[in-house]
């Protein structure tokens, strides 16, 4: 189907209309895995294993015989992290068995990702979605001005004789973040070419999936008009700096998603001439241009997530909102939280918003690395997991919105926190 969405201008969230006009261009399923390029896939993949209680579930390396790069995938319910480094030794040319059993491995650059991680940092290198067709939607991504970036490739497991098709565009224009389309009957924990790894037995901390990747870009409309035009999604919601209600710096922000929703990409564009320059700024030019600044990971219990998350000390959170917003709280959200979740909250410092249909308690980590950009946030979305006759369903993508009611406070413990950063 040929979309005809575009966008001029922002109305803002209270003006905004939301709709559902079924645009996209090819079957988007779900996430399938999201990918970090390192430079320590091994240390890298056990820091994030302790901190978010993830499995290491595949692993595609030298044991393996991928003389290429070294990559570890790591679950917990549907949400699968990737941490790939490449393997310094000399490469040599991949067989047309090799690259048979492995859609990314022939052609690997060994280079790239410790180019990619000197411009960006450990950053995500892939966002992935599993798709009815992958050619097609590759095909499709281009037509619709999509930069290829990996054409099709087919994979066959050698177990299971399944096949898989990976194909990547650029996501962001003028980044290098790649929107990954996979599909296929291979129904492994990653992709052809990993072996699965004995279940390790790390406890997890009740993370189920991930909500949705946000991404910073330097002009807004322009890139969401390019997503959409690739692959159709529709405008899911809609923040201007005025709904931000920032303190000393500003954004700008849309959410893109697919048919089914299941699929949310916010992305968002500095203000300036604002008091501070905008954090969005600040993460562009620590990261040398347009990346994923944040993934969100939905939870079956927040509290108990975060609690878990800080005893085991791998990830640092923002610092805690004033006691003035807890305060606020109760008359600002109503009696949807319990009194021991209130309670729960204030003690861990998390934000709790909520909308027309549901609630969003939600906290976000520092940023992963040394550098002011990529982070962390955990929720949980609470009310709309039951239909119009009160069985139990799904819970519904973007249940309780994204925490405008929060942004004010969330945007000055990031301004308190990159003050600590600068120079006097």
Same mark, same amino acid.
């Given at each position: 189907?040929?979309?005809?969405?575009?966008?001029?201008?922002?109305?803002?969230?209270?003006?905004?209309?939301?709709?559902?006009?079924?645009?996209?261009?090819?079957?988007?399923?779900?996430?399938?895995?999201?990918?970090?390029?390192?430079?320590?896939?091994?240390?890298?993949?056990?820091?994030? *294993?302790?901190?978010?209680?993830?499995?290491?579930?595949?692993?595609?390396?030298?044991?393996?015989?991928?003389?290429?790069?070294?990559?570890?995938?790591?679950?917990?319910?549907?949400?699968?992290?990737?941490?790939?480094?490449?393997?310094?030794?000399?490469?040599?040319?991949?067989?047309?068995?090799?690259?048979?059993?492995?859609?990314?491995?022939?052609?690997?650059?060994?280079?790239?990702?410790?180019?990619?991680?000197?411009?960006?940092?450990?950053?995500?290198?892939?966002?992935?979605?599993?798709?009815?067709?992958?050619?097609?939607?590759?095909?499709?991504?281009?037509?619709?001005?999509?930069?290829?970036?990996?054409?099709?490739?087919?994979?066959?497991?050698?177990?299971?004789?399944?096949?898989?098709?990976?194909?990547?565009?650029?996501?962001?224009?003028?980044?290098?973040?790649?929107?990954?389309?996979?599909?296929?009957?291979?129904? *492994?924990?990653?992709?052809?070419?990993?072996?699965?790894?004995?279940?390790?037995?790390?406890?997890?901390?009740?993370?189920?999936?991930?909500?949705?990747?946000?991404?910073?870009?330097?002009?807004?409309?322009?890139?969401?008009?390019?997503?959409?035009?690739?692959?159709?999604?529709?405008?899911?919601?809609?923040?201007?700096?005025?709904?931000?209600?920032?303190?000393?710096?500003?954004?700008?922000?849309?959410?893109?998603?697919?048919?089914?929703?299941?699929?949310?990409?916010?992305?968002?564009?500095?203000?300036?001439?604002?008091?501070?320059?905008?954090?969005?700024?600040?993460?562009?030019?620590?990261?040398?241009?347009?990346?994923?600044?944040?993934?969100?990971?939905?939870?079956?219990?927040?509290?108990?997530?975060?609690?878990?998350?800080?005893?085991?000390?791998?990830?640092?959170?923002?610092?805690?909102?004033?006691?003035?917003?807890?305060?606020?709280?109760?008359?600002?959200? *109503?009696?949807?939280?319990?009194?021991?979740?209130?309670?729960?909250?204030?003690?861990?410092?998390?934000?709790?918003?909520?909308?027309?249909?549901?609630?969003?308690?939600?906290?976000?980590?520092?940023?992963? *690395?040394?550098?002011?950009?990529?982070?962390?946030?955990?929720?949980?979305?609470?009310?709309?997991?039951?239909?119009?006759?009160?069985?139990?369903?799904?819970?519904?993508?973007?249940?309780?919105?994204?925490?405008?009611?929060?942004?004010?406070?969330?945007?000055?413990?990031?301004?308190?926190?990159?003050?600590?950063?600068?120079?006097?």
């Amino acid at each position: 189907m040929e979309t005809t969405f575009s966008i001029d201008k922002l109305v803002g969230h209270k003006a905004f209309q939301r709709g559902n006009p079924m645009t996209d261009r090819f079957k988007v399923k779900r996430f399938h895995h999201v990918e970090f390029w390192c430079l320590d896939a091994t240390t890298t993949s056990i820091r994030f *294993g302790v901190g978010l209680g993830l499995q290491r579930v595949a692993k595609s390396d030298l044991s393996t015989g991928n003389t290429a790069f070294t990559s570890y995938a790591m679950r917990s319910g549907d949400m699968v992290f990737v941490f790939t480094a490449s393997n310094t030794a000399k490469i040599p040319e991949a067989s047309p068995e090799a690259a048979e059993q492995h859609p990314l491995a022939a052609g690997f650059d060994a280079d790239a990702p410790v180019a990619f991680c000197v411009k960006h940092g450990m950053a995500v290198r892939a966002v992935a979605v599993e798709v009815e067709d992958a050619q097609a939607a590759y095909e499709t991504c281009v037509a619709g001005g999509g930069t290829g970036v990996t054409a099709p490739r087919k994979a066959v497991d050698p177990a299971s004789g399944t096949t898989q098709v990976v194909a990547e565009v650029l996501l962001y224009q003028g980044g290098d973040v790649v929107l990954r389309l996979v599909s296929g009957s291979f129904e *492994g924990p990653c992709l052809v070419g990993y072996e699965d790894v004995p279940d390790d037995q790390r406890a997890d901390i009740g993370l189920l999936r991930i909500d949705h990747v946000v991404g910073n870009v330097p002009k807004l409309l322009e890139q969401v008009n390019h997503v959409a035009a690739m692959t159709g999604f529709h405008e899911f919601a809609e923040f201007t700096a005025e709904d931000v209600g920032t303190v000393d710096s500003g954004l700008n922000s849309i959410v893109l998603a697919c048919d089914s929703e299941a699929v949310l990409l916010p992305i968002n564009e500095p203000t300036h001439g604002t008091k501070r320059r905008s954090q969005i700024q600040t993460y562009l030019d620590h990261n040398n241009g347009p990346g994923v600044q944040h993934i969100a990971l939905l939870a079956t219990d927040a509290i108990a997530a975060v609690r878990a998350l800080r005893a085991r000390g791998a990830f640092d959170l923002m610092p805690r909102p004033s006691d003035a917003y807890y305060e606020e709280l109760p008359g600002r959200i *109503g009696g949807v939280l319990s009194e021991e979740q209130y309670r729960g909250v204030r003690e861990l410092g998390l934000l709790v918003d909520r909308d027309d249909q549901g609630t969003l308690i939600q906290v976000f980590t520092k940023p992963l *690395g040394d550098r002011p950009t990529i982070f962390l946030e955990i929720i949980q979305r609470v009310g709309c997991d039951r239909d119009a006759n009160g069985c139990p369903v799904p819970q519904r993508p973007g249940c309780g919105g994204f925490g405008k009611g929060n942004f004010r406070e969330l945007f000055k413990s990031i301004e308190d926190y990159e003050r600590q950063l600068e120079r006097p």
